[in-house]
């Protein structure tokens, strides 16, 4: 929306305070706390879009801000969800990356027409983008509401984000960050860290590129990978618990999500040793301790990216040593992620605000005023965190099946003998209130391939997935099985093979 319309609209709509020069030529709504802020996206007038391959990260944003949309290139919901849209199928160069999903779906007419419908001045986000992507939005006149892609594929590097957390104090797993030119180098470099080695390439996902060397022989399986890089990170391999905590930074300070409990390798789940496959928000799945380190970090983690200009969403992996409490610095999301579905939806959120909305509102043309340290305080209170879980669920067998029968998304129902049932069409978990009921977003449909690493689908549920030793529960190994049974496949046939790369092309990166 162009200025002149956004003042008329705050004049006859806003009862808050405005700020600006003397002579009013340059009114600006002052936002005043919380409130001020959910009233002020309630009435938002500006196109707002999330454009990835799924809705997953932002579910359920739309009904937070009004004007939200979603671009996507899977659909989830079979058209009954009321903000998605899907264009139709067009032929594409090979997709390499999600940056390709999204740099296709702007070039697409269908979507050009869909944005050009609703005016200009719109704003994008994504859950990756390139410089290619930014060419494109500013074409479309969309303001891209994230720090430039540079920055934050600096920020991403996992052996540059290392370095950014020793300026900012935050410790990592005893480490160092060298190029490895063969076994007896890795020996030599590794020094005093020990024979039990993990090992990162500077971008993955996943567990990926993430590589557990004790050995030659385990060395002999991933050298070419980790050779091929010009500098890893070689870190001591030590008993540990990951967890994940989502954050923002304003121009007021760094807000701070709760710690999630990160599931991690589950065979169940996911082929991939190090492979993220879930996540907990529980309050007290960790030591308070453990918890106050985590969220210090963060700020401090937060208020350096401040320094390099970054604002708004990111997120931090932590690994928590279990012989020491020590809590280490596991990796950088500058981004949403696939946890941001839990931060946004947990009760805490609906108390106040998403944290996703004061991303946006970082990047609103508004003032505001924010405590962030009583913000932060409130949602450190075990009191105003509810317990959630999801499970991400992926085809861990290393074959390849045309699917003939896949489970709708929305809510389903678990009876006592573990069979579950389809209840409603649903587009985000919100009236799953008891613990045999889950919410189920379907990403692999009828008519698709599944092969080794294909995102079936995510369950979100109430209560504890895990137990407290962080091994999965009975109710997660039945919700599993429950799942993994809505599915029926066949074996594909020679001549489906060239229908069949389309598909698998897709897989072959993260898309949530």
Partial sequence: MMADARDEHWAENFDGEETGSSSGSEKRPMLKGVS?????????????????????????????????????????????????????EKPHREFTCIEDINNYLLEHKEVVDYIDRRGPGGKAMFLFFDEETERLCEELGLEVCFPPAALRREVDDKIS????????????????????????????????????????TAFGDSGHTTFFISSEEEWDRHADEIVADEEVKVMKRIRCRGSALEACVTRHGTIVGPLMTELVGFSELTPYRGGWCGNEVFAEAFPSVVRERAREATVRFGEELRKMGYRGYFELDFLTDLDTDEVYLGEVNPRITGASAMTNLAAFAHAD??????????????DFELDVEALNARWASSENIDSWSQLVIKHTADTVEHVTRAPRSGV???????????????????????????????????GDYRYQGADLGILITPGRLMTDDHELNDRARAWIDAV???????????????EMAQFMEVGNFKIL
Wanted: aromatic share 14%; glycine share 6%.
């Fill in 36 to 88: 001020d802020i959910r009233r002020y996206f309630f009435r938002n007038q500006t196109p707002t879009y999330f454009i990835s391959a799924t809705n997953f990260n932002l579910l359920g944003m739309d009904e937070w801000v009004r004007n939200f949309h979603f671009i996507n290139y899977i659909d989830c919901f079979d058209g009954e969800h009321p903000h998605v849209f899907v264009p139709s």
């Fill in 161 to 200: 984000a290392t370095r950014i957390a020793d300026r900012a104090g935050v410790p990592s797993v005893p480490n160092v960050l060298t190029p490895v030119r063969s076994w007896e180098h890795l020996k030599e470099v590794s020094g005093e860290l020990g024979d039990d080695l993990v090992i990162q």
């Fill in 353 to 366: 605000a998403p944290l996703f909305l004061f991303h946006l509102l970082e990047w609103s043309d508004v």
């Fill in 412 to 446: 389903w129902e678990m009876s006592d003998d573990g069979h579950i049932v389809f209840q409603r069409t649903q587009t985000h978990r919100r009236t799953v209130e008891e613990e045999n009921r889950g919410f189920f977003l379907r990403i692999t449909k009828e």
């Fill in 484 to 498: 993994l049974g809505q599915y029926d496949s066949v074996p594909v046939n020679p001549e489906e093979e060239p």
